[in-house]
């Protein structure tokens, strides 16, 4: 009988451990897969990317993504508006 509940006890502890160590994981996966979104969206918005020498380029970039993010938001509203509400 002693020995039945040492190895449940065993395998309980492994199963917490295991549960510790896949919780670790997924919240560094999660917290890093959102730090590279965020920061990939940062430099895309920011042009950096283009050529800082030519700032009409730099600025043309900056305002024609702006642009593009203010007309996508628009056309999610407007396509939510016009056929779920």
């Not at 430099?43 to 993010?69: P, Q, Y």
Request: glycine share 8%; aromatic share 8%; no cysteine.
């Amino acid at each position: 009988m002693a020995g039945h509940e040492e190895r449940a006890r065993e395998r309980e502890e492994e199963a917490r451990r295991a549960l510790k160590r896949v919780e670790a994981e997924s919240e560094t996966l999660l917290g890093s897969t959102f730090v590279r979104m965020a920061n990939k969206a940062q430099t895309h918005f920011s042009a950096a990317d283009k050529e800082k020498s030519d700032a009409a380029e730099v600025w043309g970039s900056r305002i024609g993504r702006a642009a593009g993010l203010v007309f996508a938001i628009g056309l999610v509203i407007h396509l939510v508006w016009t056929y779920l509400l």
